[in-house]
């Protein structure tokens, strides 16, 4: 685990661990406390860490195929008024298209943590760009942006 500090910076801490289902729990110890670090109440530190959590499982599951010789690397970085995390494999790619739309109210398998992962935190996206693997970045904000008509959540700065 690294960490970086400097003045007008956010604090950021990198960790890299394998696909090893049980190392899942000490992941989200750590997310938690970089969560409280920052600020957040429990209810919203439990959101993160579902969110992460899940995020893990589906590297360990989809892009690792339960292998237990793969790599994640978590970066988390804690500013004045957000947590952002990104998670980044050398798995297989992840392929949104492929994730099915989960409705209000409906549960199936498939896409089911994808809508979890959207559900915990104010921004979700993956980066597919890398030549291996993928990258989700998520970002929880401490004063949460407003959602607009359409459902879609707005960025605190409009």
């Not at 750590?30 to 959590?53: H, N, P, S, W, Y």
């Not at 292998?67 to 790619?93: A, F, N, P, Q, W």
């Not at 992840?94 to 498939?110: I, K, M, N, T, W």
Request: proline share 4%; glycine share 8%.
């Amino acid at each position: 685990m690294t960490t970086k500090t400097g003045k007008n910076r956010a604090d950021v801490i990198t960790m890299s661990f394998p696909s090893v289902p049980r190392l899942l729990r000490v992941v989200r110890c750590v997310i938690a406390e970089m969560a409280e670090a920052t600020g957040f109440a429990l209810k919203d530190r439990d959101k993160i860490c579902l969110a992460v959590g899940e995020a893990c499982s589906n590297i360990i599951r989809h892009s690792y195929k339960g292998r237990t010789d793969g790599k994640m690397v978590i970066k988390c970085k804690l500013h004045s008024d957000k947590l952002t995390i990104s998670i980044r494999d050398y798995g297989e790619k992840f392929d949104l298209a492929h994730v099915r739309a989960q409705e209000s109210g409906q549960v199936r398998p498939g896409g089911l943590g994808v809508h979890m992962i959207r559900r915990a935190m104010d921004e979700v996206d993956y980066d597919t760009t890398h030549r291996v693997g993928t990258e989700i970045h998520m970002v929880k904000y401490l004063n949460p942006p407003e959602a607009g008509d359409d459902g879609s959540k707005r960025s605190p700065r409009g």
